[in-house]
């Protein structure tokens, strides 16, 4: 099963409505341990991306990323704008002329999660998005060679994002604005990593109604 980028309207939207229903609570865990702007910062690049949803969908796939990335770049800002931009910008440059089934996708996504850390000098434990991306990123790989179908695959990769997601509650940020608050971090679920798990559970659940569907 290969998806083509005409399903990205949808994912963009899936991820924008995701965001946007959870916008009070990302707020308040930016402002329990950041600034408070996390949200606000990333909608409106999602906004940028539903503006364009349906010129991306006519480029490729390295095309589409490179593209969702440098909007994103542009429109984000904070912390967290520059590294969604390097993850697509990455994607977008590691899948060329690479064949995009699971292999080359989950191939593509750990070359974007490590430039990520890369950026973000971040590893896993500190208390960011790097604590959903990379096991997701880890997960993706370690089937994208086995015979795991879509259906069984999606449900698993929500899984792996939100029990990342639920691992920052525990954590001592050491990157970040949230860095400044040292121990008084710890009990509070980072903002980066909750929206990019809300987003991965969006974009998973979506393409489940796609891989559904006969085509
Ligand atoms: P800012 O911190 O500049 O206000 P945002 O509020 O938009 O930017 O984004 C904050 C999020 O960015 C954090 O919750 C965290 O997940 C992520 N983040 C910040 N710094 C880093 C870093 N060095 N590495 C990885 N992720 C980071
Ligand atoms: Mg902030």
């Known amino acids: ?13 899936a991820a924008t409505e995701a965001v946007a229903h959870h916008a009070e609570e ?16 990333l909608q409106r690049g999602l906004q940028a991306l539903m503006e364009q949803r349906e010129a991306l ?8 990323w490179q593209k969702i990335g440098m909007i994103l770049m542009s429109t984000v800002g904070g912390a967290s704008g520059s590294l969604f931009g390097t993850l697509f910008v990455t994607m977008g440059k590691a899948a ?27 590893e896993v434990g500190e208390k960011t998005m790097v604590d959903v991306l990379q096991p997701v990123a880890e997960h993706l ?8 179908g879509l259906q069984l695959l999606l449900p698993e990769i929500d899984r792996v994002a939100v029990a ?12 970040g604005r949230a860095s400044f608050m040292a121990e008084r971090s710890v009990g509070h679920i980072d903002a980066g990593a909750r929206t990019s798990q809300l987003m991965i559970s969006a974009i998973v659940a979506e393409l489940a109604k796609h891989s559904a569907s006969p085509s």
């Open 1 to 13: 099963m290969e998806f083509k980028p005409d399903v990205l309207p949808a994912l963009i939207k």
């Open 26 to 41: 990302v707020t308040a865990l930016d402002q329990a341990i950041g600034d408070g702007d996390h949200v606000i910062n």
């Open 57 to 64: 969908a006519q480029l490729d796939w390295c095309s589409a």
């Open 96 to 122: 060329i002329d690479q064949p995009l089934g699971l292999l080359g996708f989950a191939a593509a996504f750990a070359q974007g999660v490590a430039s990520v850390k890369l950026r973000g000098k971040t």
């Open 141 to 148: 790989q370690s089937v994208a060679g086995t015979p795991t």
């Open 164 to 175: 990342g997601m639920d691992s920052t509650r525990a954590m001592l940020a050491s990157k």
